[in-house]
């Protein structure tokens, strides 16, 4: 589907090559919005400096020179050299016939695909997913699907914390239980936060058990065949409480997507040591450190990545340099996105420093961290429960759907849906409402968690558009037609038919985009923009009323392109669409 703005400036790079030659082919055409027409080009401006020229001058020559053909219906420079660029209806409505009639909806796959490894939620074993976890899921999650509609070869991670001096003291309090309980199930050992925090007390508390997971580390650091038996017991337990969120969710990570710490455990040691013999790391108080340059302390001193403590041990940097390691080295990417909280800049940029430094990155292999924002409660804080704990994201995705079936109680629907249609309706438009809150908002942006906003009927929500696809849904099913069979063609007529097609055509760049920056509130920003454009259309042009034939079958090609564009587009956010409301 071709962006205007990209058509436009290929127009405006050839009539600058024909006025001014062709050394100015390649120059900034500055297209963007206009008040007074649909682009405009604010070239001259600049150009006019380097030339010694009036800009309105320039304007003109430009003008002069550009080839509008089939494209552009009206050409005018205003002001000091504007030029304002209005499309021609005809072409506005091909181009929204095309993606109609194509699969893709005209979206071009990319020209030069990546592998990419999208690494996204990373929850920790034997603890509960709390709200800090949503919007490294639902983030996360956006982008693979977006990257992967855009041709790219996408790999999920999920990085969970399967490793390390924790599991000793979970271990010994699971053999004091009777592993019994974790095969049955039983609320001691799948309440997580419980088990976690009753096994926390007792190494702190009791000296005792403390020796006891301490030699349990040991014994699973070195591979004991029954400590990593009882350790799978764990992760086991762990696994069907994170499908179950998931699943919830619409998140598409599996169990095969997991690669915990634990993975790289047997690369830790050989990763230290190719950093010691390329001389990047050096023994610092007796720990291997790298220091790598530009990093600073307070006091001016070298800030160092710990690759190996003083007790010989591996970290949190160690891990995810010998995971860089290994993606680049076995899996060959060409890209890896971290989608993790924005606390961890410093720690990513240190340790991406490192691996540049040790060649595992490049310009053909490169790392972007995601920085995600911290979720708000209502008073400006961080998001926590009346009692000052953590959020479980459980408990939250339960009252989202709560307050999802009061609010749609309270709103104009088809009162015939039974009781299980509506449960089903409800838990769409309560998850809906959660995932495009956050992914509305720029990844780095703390925002407010605010039911009553998220949920509400009206305004940039879930459910708004969720109920915009609802109700083309229910245009065609008053009709008798299927969408499919609404082939057109799309002739425009009134302004709110205009702007609705031309909306659609910016659906392929903002896709681009969004895979470009790892940015899906670009696409959730879009997909609200298009949804109000038909809101517009909807109250001014009827469509099953239609005043003839011809209107009618343009007007419902039109709804039918609108309906795949935003279902698809929700579809990318993992934000469901109930057939009706």
Known sequence: MPDPQLVLAARVRAALSAAFGPSYADADPVIRPSQFADLQANVALPLAKKLGRKPRDVADEIVA???????????????????????SDTWIAGEAQRALEDARLAVPAADEPQKVVVEYSSPNVAKEMHVGHLRTTIVGDAIARILAFLGHDVVRDNHVGDWGTPFGMLIEHLLDLGEEAAARDDSSVSDLTAFYQAARGKFDGD?????????????????DAETLRLWNVLVDVSKRYFNAVYGRLGVTLTDDDIKGESFYNDLLAPTAQELED?????????????????FKGREGEPLPVIIRKSDGGYNYSTTDLATIRYRVDTEHVDRMIYVVGAPQSLHFEMVFAVARTAGW???????????IGNVLGTDGKILRTRAGGTVKLAELLDEAVERAGAAFDEVQHDASFDDATRAAIVQDVGIGAVKYADLSVALDSEYTFDFDRMISFHGKTGPYLQYAVARIRSIFRKGGLAPEDATGPIVLGHPAERALALELLGFGAVLKQAGDTAEPHRLAS?????????????????????????????RLALCAATLRTL??????????????M
């Not at 020179?65 to 304002?84: E, R």
């Not at 790391?281 to 450190?289: P, Q």
């Not at 879009?526 to 343009?554: G, M, Q, R, W």
């Not at 279902?567 to 009706?580: D, F, H, K």
């Open 526 to 554: 879009y997909i609200y923009s298009v949804a109000d454009a038909y809101t517009t259309f909807h109250e001014n042009c009827p469509v099953l009323k239609a005043p003839d034939e011809a209107t009618k079958a343009s």
């Open 65 to 87: 020179n550009l080839d509008t053909a089939g494209v552009v219906s009206d050409v005018q420079v205003s002001g000091p050299g504007f030029i304002n660029l209005t499309l």
């Open 361 to 371: 990155l490049n310009d053909e292999v490169k790392a972007d961290h995601a920085k």
């Open 278 to 294: 390329k001389g990047i790391a050096v023994i610092s108080d007796g720990a291997l450190c790298a220091f790598p340059p530009g």
């Open 567 to 580: 279902v698809t587009a929700l579809g990318l956010l993992g934000v469901p669409t109930p057939e009706r």
């Open 207 to 223: 000296e005792e058990f403390a020796d006891r997971s301490r030699k349990r580390v040991v014994a699973l650091q070195a591979g």
